[in-house]
Each structure stands twice: as C-alpha cells, then as structure tokens.
C-alpha cells in the first residue's frame, strides 16, 4: 500500500501539497476518481477519492478515516549524533519502523558531531513511516546539550546506557510504559555525564554484552522494548 | 583497543600481511617492541610483540592468547540480498555486532538481486568483527536459491519469518542452542516457498507487529535471539 502524507488533513483541508501531487499523478499515474490512502503524520489513516487530479494540487474527499493500533507504551530515545551522519540517518530509519515516538539529539562532552539538519532529517523519519505503514512519524526534536537534557527530566523514567564498569541493569529486566532511553556517542559518556544522571536518580542500564556502536545501541534499545511488548 | 586481523597465526607463521602491515606501522605508527593485539576470525585473540616493523610485514612473536566468550547458541542467518547493496551491508554489520555466526544469502522468487560479491561482504564482515571487538568473524556462504537451500536441511531447527497470514509464532517464543533463520525478499517469500519450507517440518515466525524491511527483520532476529539468552 502507498501512503501519502497530508499533515493539514484534520484541520479540513483537503488537499496534497505539491511534492506529494506531483508523486501521485506524475509518478503513479493516478487519476480523478482513483481510492488512495494517506495519513496526517498523528496517527491516523485516510482513505481518500481523488476529485481533483493535477500535478501542482491533489484534491480528495474522504471515504473512511480511522485511527493507527496504539503501542502499549511510550518510547522517547535521546542519543548523540553519529560522526557520521548516514549512521544517524539509519537509525532514524529502524527506529521508526521497529517503533519510536520522540527523538532527541543529544549533544555530549565526546560528541563527534554538534550539528544536525533536522529537515533531511524530518524527510528519512516520514520516508520510513510511510514504508512501514504507520500512521505517527516519531518526533524529531531540535539538539540539546545532554547535561541540559538530563537535568530538565528529574520526574520521568529515564534510563542510561553506558559502558562503563558500573553496576548497571539490563535493559529487558524493565518494562516501562513511558521511558527515556540515553545513548552515548562513539566515545560513550564521560564520567561526568553518567555520575550526573545517576545523581538525578536516573538508572544505569546496559544492552547486552556485545560491544555496539551508537547507532545499533539505540536499534537494539527500540526492539528490546519492543519486544518486551509484544504478545506472544 | 585496535585489532588486526592474521588468520594463519594458529599455522605458526607469525606476520600479518601488507595490509594489515601498512597500517600498523604507516597508520599507527607501531614499532619494534610495541604490543599490539590480533584475532585470526576464528575465536582467538592474540597479544603480541612486534618484531619487525616493516610497512610490507610486521613479524610478531605472541606474548598471550585466550579464545573468546563462547555464544551460548548458533545463528545462522539466511536472508534475501536487497536491491540496495547498502541495505545488506547495513545488515552484515549490524548483525556481526549483535552476534551471528553464519550467514547465507538466499537467491527467492522475488528476489530482486541474484548477484552477490562476496569479497567486499566479507570485508564489511571483518571490520564489523574488529570493531566489535569480537575474534570469530561470520562465515558468509555463496548465495544459493531457497528452494534447494531448504531442501538440504530436514534435520535442522529452521524458522522461516513471513507475512502471510498464515498461523506464526513470534520468534521469541522459542530459545533455540542452534537455528536458522529465513527472512525473504522485499516482496516477501511467495507461497510455493512458504508451503516447502513447512512440508519439510519447518516452523513459520513472525517477528512481532511492525512491518519491517528485509534487513531491518535480519537485524531483528539477531537480537531477539540474543535477547533471549541475555543473562538479567
């Protein structure tokens, strides 16, 4: 199934922006009168008949509308952008389609990287929502230093994954509905950054005992949840 | 820590080869005397003494040697290469880091690539291996068509992951010591492949409720595995 992304949707307007238009008659060959499905990036789904059908505006009316099966919990990683931003790039893709809601760019004390576009960014997120036919693109939120970060959390359940030789807990012994997930840059968390968490009463966590790179560690962080959640 | 790589060190000869070579005395600046650390793929790591410090050969003589953390089980991973390259890389890498032990690239119906070079897979395969600070590098078969793949292995615990709405269970209802794991194509494997693979007594999976590409369901078996015999 081909989805198309129509965020405006909900506020009642009825129409494809161009970029989506342009896909749907150039690219597909779709015409007035043609069922296509969409959905407005919040989670929910559209079934839609096109009535206007040109390369610059799609116009539709809706057929059937309904809502995206919710996960039984609430994922939120913030992890420290990869030296190399494909790496970043790839895991903004499986995040999204193993299941994630909101991402944070973390900047940390051994960060390689302190800048990120979020727009090409925002692009791969709905890319790989709509490949994976779901209904809510993750949140991407803008970089923040990660001392800021973690001192802003003091009530939630937050969990940090280091490698330091720290009594640490596996992650699948937990089984949060709302959790936050920290994972480091290349050259991990400082000293520092980790004591500071800990002090805020955050609670160390590892993923298992082989040794990651940054982006499979916040991989195999959305699948164990995932997992965790899932029926048998 | 650096690893190189020197598969004939347990045949005696104690050199690593010009690659390796240049970059330990080029790149590294490494010298007579130094120590450095070496695996030879197949479960061994090697702490040795450097002397001859040649850009062509670096000659060694071993200080110490242990062999790695045995797996408690063995995973072999036969997947459909994607049509993007990048993918199946992406893959390799990810699941050497996250443990696998045999991979074997299945040519399907659908497949949309026949055509595999296994000299730069198996390079991806080292460094991954390296990276991770593992010393048994994957072994990477030649691609072979499922049917016959399939045919050859009646008396093995083989799991095939599918999206056909035929009765599955999740994979990590199961814990096996040594399995295969089938994951198709992007259009899936068709139905003749599903049916033969069940007539041999093999058991149909699903790998929980997200829609997941060919290489991100790879990755996902991996940990799931790994997952299961994570000690909390």
Redesign the interface.
Known sequence: MQLFYCPEVYNGLFELNAEESRHCIKVLRKEAGDIIHLIDGKGCFYEVKITLASQKKVGFEIVNEWRE?IRPYKLHIAIAPTKSIDRFE?FLE?AT???VDEITPILCERSERKIIKTDRLNKILLAATK????ASIPVLNEAVPFKDFISELKDEKVYIAHCEPYEK??L??FQPSDATICIGPEGDFSIDEIDLALEQGHTAIHL??????TE?AG??AC??L??QY???
């Not at 298992?208 to 790179?213: D, K």
């Open positions: 099966t790839w499986k389609e193993i299941g490949q994976s036919l779901k807990q596996s699948k012994n298992g005992s082989s040794r990651l790179r499979t991989i195999v699948h164990t995932a997992l899932e029926s048998k």
